[in-house]
């Protein structure tokens, strides 16, 4: 019986660092959780970079979309939360059954209120993040040729991993904001974007960053309504 729920976040694919362990390590995770999961949250940069034109995807992410299209087929429901590198998804992920969330949301599940988002909105202001959202970036980067797009792309992804040091920091202004979350109707708080596994019980509710898949290889997992951590 498939009664548990998995949340990844921070894969990164398409950047070069530990590209081919990462990839293996993650088809193995989905080969493992396919025959137990009910869900997967997948929240934040599963790319480090992804921009959906209308009739073309990336041949290098083709056996990435397979196997998701695998776990959907198997009525796993697949749920994408937008982080600050892969905010332009387009209809694609929901033709092959994943449902898309461009923000944070509160969701019931197992019983328990899970406010879930990639958090790199709740603890800074991105001009340039802000820019790239817009109509008028999206409709300029539309007419580029997809193979010298995501060279650009490749280059405002560094851009962006330079100006985010001082993780130390940033996390516990993302903790301190869950905890003010926490004092509400909200069992857990489950973030990306940091990098750094942590999993904190606040007066017996959840704080959870899920660390990434580029060094941790962390996901956290919900069955009966408890949530425990992991690496793979």
């Not at 293996?24 to 080969?31: E, I, N, P, Q």
């Not at 387009?90 to 898309?100: E, L, P, T």
């Not at 009966?224 to 793979?232: K, R, S, T, Y």
Request: aromatic share 16%.
């Amino acid at each position: 019986m498939r009664d548990t729920i998995y949340f990844i976040s921070d894969q990164h694919l398409g950047r070069e660092k530990n590209e081919d362990k990462k990839i293996a390590k993650l088809f193995s995770f989905f080969d493992y959780i396919a025959a137990r999961a009910s869900a997967l949250y997948i929240v934040g940069d599963f790319f480090d970079f992804y921009f959906e034109y209308e009739t073309q995807i990336p041949k290098k992410y083709y056996e990435v979309f397979r196997r998701l299209s695998y776990l959907t087929d198997k009525h796993i429901q697949v749920h994408y939360f937008t982080g600050n590198h892969d905010f332009w998804l387009g209809s694609f992920f929901q033709s092959i059954g994943i449902s898309v969330h461009k923000s944070a949301e509160i969701i019931l599940l197992q019983g328990k209120r899970l406010y879930i988002a990639h958090g790199n909105g709740m603890i800074s202001f991105d001009p340039m993040n802000l820019l790239l959202r817009s109509r008028a970036a999206m409709g300029l980067f539309y007419l580029l040729h997809p193979d010298l797009a995501y060279k650009i792309a490749s280059f405002i992804s560094k851009i962006s991993r330079m100006n985010s040091k001082k993780k130390n920091i940033r996390w516990k202004k993302l903790y301190n904001i869950a905890r003010d979350i926490l004092k509400g109707d909200v069992d857990a708080v489950i973030l990306g974007h940091i990098h750094i596994p942590i999993y904190i019980k606040l007066d017996g509710k959840d704080f959870i960053l899920l660390g990434d898949w580029i060094e941790h290889f962390s996901y956290a997992v919900m069955r009966d309504g408890e949530l425990c951590f992991h690496n793979w």
